[in-house]
């Protein structure tokens, strides 16, 4: 399998961090080929200037990895209840119409949208300094029903990993624990 990952926080020693590292390392591990992206290493802009009708290098790269991946992975802050500019920046500049979606016309005339993402499963990891039921149900309407399912992919989980701020070493050593059996159970080891 060919998985994505994308990965949204300005710290470099942050757990979103770890959290992203363990999701590469273990799908390597198990004989996987992943594309990684760090949005603010990379200094992605997320701003979808009048000018960027024209696709950039860079552009031409994520939307590649995009639309060969066999799942998505995104790994980000909660935000006030949302992902982090950046990432919303990702979606507006590379989920595409003609890349990750189009439109069609439907038996009553309306045009509707259609997925076209060869990825079956996504994968979006959240940290928060909030309790888990505090904004859930946004970040699961974000990911579920508005980003992967316009893009085809609808086998989507996302699991938040909170109270951030509160956890120590050992609690944080447990939820990447809990991220490897994941990894392992969506990608498992390649023959």
Request: net charge negative; with cysteine; aromatic share 8%.
């Amino acid at each position: 399998m060919k998985v994505l990952i994308i990965l949204g926080h300005p710290n470099q020693k942050s757990f979103n961090h770890s959290i992203a590292e363990t999701c590469k390392e273990q799908i390597e591990a198990n004989g996987h080929a992943v594309f990684f992206h760090d949005l603010y290493a990379e200094k992605f802009d997320p701003i979808h200037h009048l000018e960027n009708t024209v696709i950039n290098d860079e552009i031409k790269i994520h939307c590649s990895h995009l639309t060969i991946s066999d799942a998505i992975i995104v790994v980000h802050p909660n935000w006030w209840g949302q992902p982090p500019a950046i990432i919303k920046g990702w979606i507006d500049r590379i989920l595409l119409p003609g890349v990750a979606y189009d439109f069609e016309l439907n038996d009553k005339g309306d045009y509707i949208p259609v997925g076209l993402l060869k990825a079956k499963i996504g994968l979006v990891l959240n940290t928060s300094n909030t309790p888990n039921n505090f904004a859930n149900d946004i970040l699961d309407s974000i990911w579920k029903n508005k980003v992967f399912n316009i893009c085809g992919v609808n086998d989507v989980k996302r699991i938040n990993f909170g109270m951030l701020k509160n956890s120590d070493n050992s609690q944080r050593a447990e939820w990447l624990l809990e991220v490897k059996q994941l990894v392992n159970s969506l990608f498992p080891t390649h023959k």
